[in-house]
């Protein structure tokens, strides 16, 4: 923070002891834009944060609007999917249990609607395995996460404190991995996720150790801006996830065991209890006894694409991480032991990217 703080006013978000409760209320790319009046609040790290905007922040704008753009292109396929499938597959035992209601609509009005939901399942998933839009959605969110991981690296290492050419090196080293980044394939991205990752930062050496001012700054932009930002996006996507997950936890499974119930309904009607229409009632059973358990495959397909249940314990998980970081961090009393508060906050966050991969390439949804 700024030492004339008599005349400049915190700039919005950036006092970490009092963040948004709603992660949308931050600006976009809060971690990764530094704003001129933010500058101003941490003037000893305006140089760091400028080199950061002008070595790291292009390629990260690119990689993410790829990310989004992939993402969105990839969800769409897999909702259609499981939609027009489930569809198709419903329409299907609808002909079988009730023969007479399709030829008294007329002259193929279901078999119609079963071939265009067939043709549009076939079609969702030819095009996510010709483009392999889920392919390219990973590792463009990668490569901005990386790029994430790499500003924060160059701002914690201690060569940005040298006057010497061990800073010029340093910021070459930030604009050859950079570069590295951007040239990342699938494949380069498969071999990083299968990798036991470890993050090292060096201890300052004495001819490059920050004052107690600029040190003091770098922490409280870290916690504003990396910490604090985290937890409260870890925080707001578990409670969002929380209803998503009942899906897969509940929905699914009852759907399954009320078809095992509509069974034994139609073995009573057809052998114990004798009702007036009791064969047309009979296949009515019979039609939801097969029809649910399709239900619950398309809602398992769809919750397959998102992962609601696993990336909501990964979201509890990492939030209570970041809190005992945090309060840690607050409570550090030298210098060192907020580094490796701070080096401690880095391979958790890259070791959650590293498990969120390796998730998403197991999910069985597109290539």
């Not at 419903?90 to 609607?113: K, M, N, S, W, Y």
């Not at 409570?331 to 959650?352: N, S």
Request: charged share 25%; net charge neutral; aromatic share 10%.
């Amino acid at each position: 923070m700024s030492n004339d703080a008599t005349t400049l006013a915190v700039p919005p978000f950036c006092n970490p002891d009092e963040p948004p409760k709603n992660y949308r209320d931050y600006p976009r790319d809060f971690d990764m834009v530094d704003t001129p009046e933010q500058r101003a609040w941490w003037p000893l790290l305006r140089g760091h944060l400028e080199i950061c905007e002008r070595e790291v922040l292009p390629a990260y704008k690119q990689a993410d609007a790829g990310a989004l753009r992939h993402q969105d292109r990839h969800r769409k396929l897999a909702n259609a999917a499981a939609l027009f499938g489930t569809a198709a597959v419903l329409l299907a035992i609808f002909q079988l249990a009730f023969p007479e209601i399709v030829e008294q609509r007329g002259v193929g009005d279901v078999p119609t609607l079963e071939t265009l939901s067939v043709l549009a399942a076939l079609v969702a998933v030819g095009l996510g395995l010709l483009i392999a839009l889920k392919a390219r959605w990973l590792l463009e969110r990668h490569k901005s996460e990386r790029l994430r991981l790499l500003k924060f690296h160059f701002l914690l290492a201690p060569y940005v404190w040298c006057e010497d050419d061990r800073f010029a090196k340093h910021v070459q080293n930030l604009r050859d991995s950079v570069q590295q980044v951007g040239q990342m394939t699938a494949h380069d991205f498969h071999k990083w996720v299968k990798e036991l990752g470890k993050i090292a930062i060096p201890r300052p050496p004495r001819s490059c150790t920050a004052d107690a001012e600029a040190f003091r700054q770098l922490v409280d932009y870290y916690r504003a801006k990396r910490l604090v930002f985290q937890r409260v996006y870890f925080e707001n996507r578990k409670r969002r996830n929380v209803p998503l997950a009942w899906l897969t936890g509940w929905l699914a499974p009852l759907l399954f065991f009320l078809s095992v119930a509509f069974v034994l309904l139609h073995y009573a009607i057809e052998h114990f209890v004798h009702v007036e229409n009791s064969h047309e009632i009979g296949r009515l059973f019979i039609f939801l006894a097969a029809a649910l358990p399709t239900v619950g495959a398309g809602i398992r397909t769809l919750t397959a694409a998102h992962e609601f249940g696993r990336n909501k314990v990964r979201y509890l998980a990492k939030e209570a991480v970041l809190n005992y970081a945090d309060k840690d961090l607050r409570e550090a009393k030298d210098a060192d032991a907020r580094l490796l508060d701070m080096e401690f906050c880095e391979q958790t966050l890259e070791l959650e990217h590293r498990e969120w991969a390796r998730l998403m390439i197991e999910t069985e949804v597109f290539p």
